[in-house]
């Protein structure tokens, strides 16, 4: 029988709840379960970001469980159950080499409820850490009985536990999480939690992170969202752990298209926070600092000034979705920097180069396109798109062909690109993701008209009548229910039901149709 060297024996002893440490340092099958002693799941550990939180985090004695680093595990004092079933990593094991046998799994997650708390978060902890394991199941159990109490009486590490059990378990969704709570309790009490200052800047972090991880989840409850905003002030977090926790939190204000319904106030307040705090982090993060409210037409020119300097002296360290982000912002400002579009007119090029997905490929046509609003044009690069279209006719255009012309355009502008292989390996997701594919064709379209329209002399091969048909299917016909009060809406889509429901509430608030221009 193999059995785990000394050292990690005495690091799990020191980790886990006595009755499993014993166990597994002689049951063969820990090398299924703890194999994350020696191997880390490389999309959350060797992330730099979330091994500090998670070091920050287990510094705190609520929180020994998160340390990513098992074998230099303090010797810290852990609850200790004599009732932790030691058969539950056996069940695990029989799990994966039997998919069928469920029984002795549910058998052993049933007496759950008995652990000591810290040694249940342990143990979800080394599961979600194991690419091997598929422990959907047992977080479940955990999130189920965190979440169907009452949320007002969980203590503030148990909430952020919670919250963190939703980050482990990545895919929840929101109508799976209804089934436990009410999504709108648990932001309450998060919104609660922050102004309270009850939650350290790693723990605001950890809650941001865990709402990320519900599909179709918007924090769109006004009581979080000023917290939130609240939270902006980044004078208490440590400068190693400060880029982390402003784009966190910046994240989930803007997630879902929510920073709509907040008030100018409130971002320009923001705008003016991160004025102060732009030379302290990096030159990416600074960049989202910038942008954060320029989708409202919102921004702070002294902020844009500082920024701008930076990009003069640091370009070269920026990446695709930077370039992206840039771009955007220039497009919609009114304080345009003609150094910082010059400037990223030559970076396309170099993302261009360097483009080793699909995705890159569809941010280098976005900020080409970005960058036309402001008549500047890398015609070099342009050129090779418009070009990738020479047989393409108007008679072939449709929605459901465009996945297939964008895999013959991918094809063809990569035909020389150094990366060609890796992109070209990643064709398939445009069979996935109608977006990308509809952008790759549209903002080529795009390209082509703008280039026509200010004159800008390039000789390529994209027929006018291809690009008119490609922008012809986006573009959306005014519903007739907009003129009929009695025509049902309920077969529109999400935006031109919104259109149509604001245009009844003007009409009935003012009286009648006439008076709506």
């Given at each position: ?8 024996v ?12 014993s166990?597994?340092a002689n049951?063969?099958?820990h090398?299924?379960?703890?194999s994350?002693c ?17 070091t920050?985090l ?10 990513p680093?098992i074998?230099n595990l303090?010797n810290?004092e852990?609850?200790?159950s ?5 058969n539950?990593?056996r069940a695990?094991?029989s ?5 069928r046998?469920?029984l002795s ?18 143990v ?14 047992y977080l479940?159990?955990l999130i189920?009985?965190?979440a169907s109490g009452?949320?007002d ?8 536990a919670?919250?963190?059990?939703i ?5 929840m969704?929101l109508?799976?999480f209804?089934?436990?709570?009410d ?18 800047p ?5 809650g ?9 989840c918007g924090?769109n409850?006004k009581?979080?969202?000023e917290?939130l905003y ?5 004078r208490r ?17 803007t997630?879902g298209?929510m ?5 100018e106030?409130?971002?320009f307040k ?6 102060k ?9 600074a960049?989202k ?15 844009s ?15 695709g979705?930077d ?32 483009a080793?997905?699909v995705?890159?490929i ?5 900020s080409l ?14 050129k090779?798109?418009?070009d ?5 006719l108007p ?10 012309i ?5 094809a063809?502008?990569t035909e020389?690109?150094?990366n060609r ?5 990643g ?16 903002q ?7 280039m026509?329209i200010d ?5 390529h ?6 690009a008119a ?14 003129h ?8 529109l ?19 009648s149709?006439?008076?709506?221009g």
């Amino acid at each position: 029988m193999f059995r785990l060297p000394l050292p990690i024996v005495n690091s799990l002893q020191r980790a886990l709840p006595l009755p499993i440490a014993s166990f597994c340092a002689n049951f063969p099958a820990h090398q299924l379960f703890l194999s994350t002693c020696a191997r880390r799941d490389a999309a959350i550990v060797d992330n730099d970001h979330s091994r500090v939180l998670f070091t920050k985090l287990a510094q705190k004695n609520d929180y020994k469980y998160l340390d990513p680093d098992i074998h230099n595990l303090p010797n810290a004092e852990v609850e200790k159950s004599n009732h932790l079933p030691p058969n539950l990593i056996r069940a695990i094991k029989s799990r994966e080499e039997n998919p069928r046998d469920n029984l002795s799994l549910k058998n052993e997650l049933d007496t759950f409820k008995n652990w000591a708390l810290s040694a249940q978060l342990q143990v979800g902890f080394l599961l979600h850490m194991n690419e091997n394991i598929h422990s959907k199941q047992y977080l479940t159990k955990l999130i189920k009985v965190l979440a169907s109490g009452d949320l007002d009486s969980l203590k503030s590490h148990e909430f952020i536990a919670l919250l963190l059990l939703i980050y482990f378990r990545r895919d929840m969704t929101l109508e799976e999480f209804s089934e436990y709570a009410d999504i709108e309790k648990l932001q309450t009490v998060f919104g609660n939690l922050l102004f309270q200052k009850k939650l350290s800047p790693e723990e605001i972090v950890a809650g941001c992170l865990g709402f990320k991880k519900i599909a179709g989840c918007g924090l769109n409850l006004k009581i979080v969202r000023e917290a939130l905003y609240e939270s902006l002030d980044s004078r208490r977090v440590d400068q190693d752990f400060k880029d982390f926790y402003l784009v966190t939190i910046m994240t989930a204000l803007t997630r879902g298209n929510m920073i709509f319904n907040d008030a100018e106030i409130s971002i320009f307040k923001a705008l003016k926070i991160f004025e102060k705090d732009v030379e302290n982090v990096s030159i990416m993060t600074a960049i989202k600092m910038m942008s954060f409210g320029i989708s409202l037409g919102l921004d702070n020119e002294n902020l844009s000034e500082k920024v701008y300097k930076r990009l003069a002296t640091e370009f070269e360290t920026i990446n695709g979705k930077d370039v992206l982000s840039v771009t955007n912002f220039l497009s919609k400002t009114t304080n345009v920097d003609e150094l910082a579009v010059n400037l990223m007119r030559g970076e396309v090029s170099r993302v261009f180069e360097e483009a080793e997905s699909v995705g890159d490929i569809g941010d280098v046509l976005k900020s080409l396109s970005y960058l036309a609003i402001n008549e500047v044009y890398r015609l070099e690069v342009s050129k090779i798109f418009l070009d990738a279209f020479v047989d393409v006719l108007p008679s072939e255009v449709s929605k459901k062909c465009l996945p297939a012309i964008s895999k013959k355009i991918i094809a063809r502008v990569t035909e020389d690109h150094r990366n060609r292989d890796k992109i070209l390996s990643g064709l398939d997701i445009l069979d996935k993701n109608f977006p990308l594919a509809a952008t790759i064709c549209q903002q080529s379209a795009a390209l082509c008209f703008n280039m026509r329209i200010d004159k800008i002399d390039c000789d390529h091969s994209m027929d006018m009548d291809t690009a008119a048909a490609i922008l012809k299917l986006s573009y959306k016909k005014i519903p007739l229910q907009l003129h009929s009060p009695q025509m049902s809406i309920s077969g529109l889509d999400y935006r031109s039901r919104q259109l149509v429901n604001c245009k009844r509430g003007l009409a009935h608030f003012l009286g009648s149709d006439r008076f709506i221009g």
